[in-house]
């Protein structure tokens, strides 16, 4: 059964400052990898795709990378801005399914 | 592009009642649309993936006769929750799945989502 994990649950830094979010799943066969946005009573925003055969994904200040084969992916935020205080999800489709399957989540909070 | 809607945003009921949330995909046309609950300070679980004319598929541990579930369309799934109890209460959200030709892309775009409260 496939796990996501992601480290750190929480996690505080003041404005300005470049930060890593990790993510990690325990079955490699996957079809691809999604991050996502949530801000506290919304749904989902999706950030970046990266299919299973991708290495990285950029969009703007955000970059995010994956191993499949170690099972790991990061969240690359650059400069980050007080509007980035969210709750970061990854979430991955296992091969031969649509199902995502998500980790925790790790809260940002960006402070000015 | 890729928009979906929920509705109602919100709902209050008494324990016992019936409660129908809609998903919709606004611009497009989903070939699968999810079903997740979420509670506070948890991760998304998958309740059920429904295809359009067809019976929703229900994950291990989801009562399919509480939560009823009907893709009438390419762009409208409901989940009703019937009898609902304070249990019940949480964050119901819906996606939509686009599947581009040959399959490549396969993402999903997520709804508000709904807080169900049962008092």
């Known amino acids: 059964k496939q796990e996501v994990t992601q480290i750190p649950a929480a996690l505080s830094v003041p404005e300005g400052e470049n930060l890593v979010l990790n993510c990690s799943f325990t079955d490699s066969a996957i079809y691809n990898l999604q991050w996502f946005r949530q801000d506290p009573g919304k749904g989902l925003t999706s950030l970046l795709l990266?299919?299973?055969?991708?290495r990285e994904q950029t969009s703007g200040r955000l970059n995010a990378s994956l191993d499949k084969s170690s099972g790991r992916s990061t969240l690359y935020i650059a400069a980050s801005q007080p509007g980035d205080s969210a709750t970061y999800l990854c979430?991955?489709?296992?091969?031969?399914?649509?199902?995502?399957?998500f980790g925790k989540g790790t809260k940002l909070t960006v402070n000015p | 592009g890729a928009v979906v809607s929920q509705h109602p945003s919100r709902v209050i009921c008494k324990s016992g009642t019936s409660v129908k949330i809609e998903c919709r995909s606004l611009d497009f046309q989903a070939t699968t649309m999810f079903w997740y609950r979420q509670f506070p300070k948890q991760s998304l679980m998958l309740m059920a993936t429904?295809?359009?004319?067809?019976?929703?598929?229900?994950e291990q541990g989801v009562e399919k006769d509480k939560f009823l579930i009907n893709h009438a369309s390419l762009t409208l799934s409901t989940l009703t929750v019937t009898s609902a109890h304070p249990e019940d209460s949480s964050f119901y959200i819906c996606?939509?799945?686009?599947?581009?030709?040959?399959?490549?892309?396969?993402?999903?775009?997520f709804g508000p989502g709904t807080r169900l409260t049962v008092l």
């Open positions: 996606s939509a799945s686009i599947r581009t030709s040959g399959g490549l892309r396969n993402e999903q775009f």
């Open positions: 979430a991955v489709v296992q091969g031969g399914s649509e199902k995502l399957v």
């Open positions: 429904s295809n359009e004319g067809s019976k929703a598929t229900y």
């Open positions: 990266i299919q299973s055969s991708q």
